[in-house]
């Protein structure tokens, strides 16, 4: 088994020979001769960082992966980002069910899922590591809640799909994927569905609006405050 990652500031490169989903050996970190940020499992007698040990992982983060309890992370970025814990929780838990080693077939790593370029856009050192990561995914969810003014829906379809992706079709995405993943963090959240900014003092209240219902032309429910969307609409 190898995982090998390689990330360039300037122009991102991802390159992935094989995976684990359930990774369970040591991670280590290095720079490659041009400059690139390369994460393996294999040092290949490399000068290597050591970011996720199996075993040897510090106390503090060793016992939130054993409990399963991000809480602390959880709540140190809400506070930061002005964003609900639940919304983070949900977003977590739709992303890798709690594991920290989780790595997608797209490359996406850690508890937010952050793909490798996003994770170095975001300052993210390493993505496996739970309060690095949470951090990173709350303020990328901040920036698309700004993005969208504030439209959680929107919001969510982006952290999925890519905010151009939402841009180009202005509304949820016609993405089968993208419509469950929209639905699924909904289904473990039950907060306020718009974030807005209030004038100049940078702070973010709650704006009532209208759910709606949608049936999608192939059955999927959703449930959206986005106007966008028409067919088959029912207003709670």
Known sequence: MLIFFMLRKAVPIFFLLFISAAASADIYKYTDENGVICYTDAPF???TEKVLAQKNANAEVK??????????YVQKAARKYEIEPELIHAVIRTESNGNHRAISKKGAMGLM????????????????NPEENIDGGTKYLRFLLEKFNGNLTLALA?????????????????ISETRQYVNKVFSYYNGKKHYARSGATG???ERSEPIYKVVLEDGTILFTN???V??????F
């Open 45 to 47: 007698g490399k000068k």
């Open 63 to 72: 016992k939130t992966v054993v409990s399963g309890d991000y809480n602390p």
């Open 113 to 128: 899922q952050l793909m490798p370029s996003t994770a170095s856009d975001l300052n993210v050192g390493n993505p496996f």
């Open 158 to 174: 982006a952290y999925n799909s890519g905010p151009k992706t939402v841009e180009k079709y202005g509304s949820v995405p016609p």
């Open 203 to 205: 702070n973010y209240q």
């Open 226 to 228: 986005s106007t966008l």
């Open 230 to 235: 028409t067919k088959g609409k029912i207003r």
